[in-house]
């Protein structure tokens, strides 16, 4: 179960797991503008998971904090040494494009291959806890549905 908000309207400090449909429940509600990042989130995960290659997927930024109404939904993805997006059908293929994903999905997407992660997987996924200002926030990886 995600946490509850600090004091500044985020989730305490660390990466927080959740499956998908929990994330939606929680931050995918109140307002038009969170339930159409929702369905954002949606088909972003869908279409990772459908590569077959991803192996962490980690939601940061307003749209996991009490904001009203977030511009985007921020998304980062570590996918397996074997993926190539040229493979990919078109459409699928612009999630891994950043501008394109912006354009397209209405999404900040940022993804690096394992092998990229020089420090290792745990560490690329702490990265993303730093706010741009300085200081930390807490952040989401969606992990599988519990059966």
Not at 8 to 37: C, K, M, S, W, Y
Not at 123 to 145: L, M, N, P, T
Request: charged share 25%; hydrophobic share 45%.
């Amino acid at each position: 179960m995600l946490p509850a908000f600090n004091e500044d309207g985020e989730l305490p400090d660390g990466i927080h797991q959740a499956p998908l449909q929990e994330v939606l429940n929680r931050f995918a509600v109140q307002n038009p503008q969170r339930i159409a990042i929702g369905l954002r989130l949606e088909r972003i995960f869908a279409v990772v998971r459908a590569t077959g290659h991803v192996r962490r997927f980690v939601v940061f930024g307003s749209f996991i904090t009490d904001k009203d109404e977030p511009n985007d939904v921020d998304v980062f993805q570590i996918m397996e040494n074997s993926f190539d997006p040229a493979v990919l059908d078109s459409g699928a293929r612009r999630l891994f494009d950043h501008a394109a994903a912006q354009a397209q999905f209405g999404a900040s997407v940022f993804w690096l291959r394992q092998l990229a992660c020089f420090d290792g997987e745990e560490a690329a996924v702490e990265y993303w806890q730093v706010k741009r200002g300085g200081g930390s926030r807490g952040i989401i990886e969606i992990i599988a549905e519990k059966p």
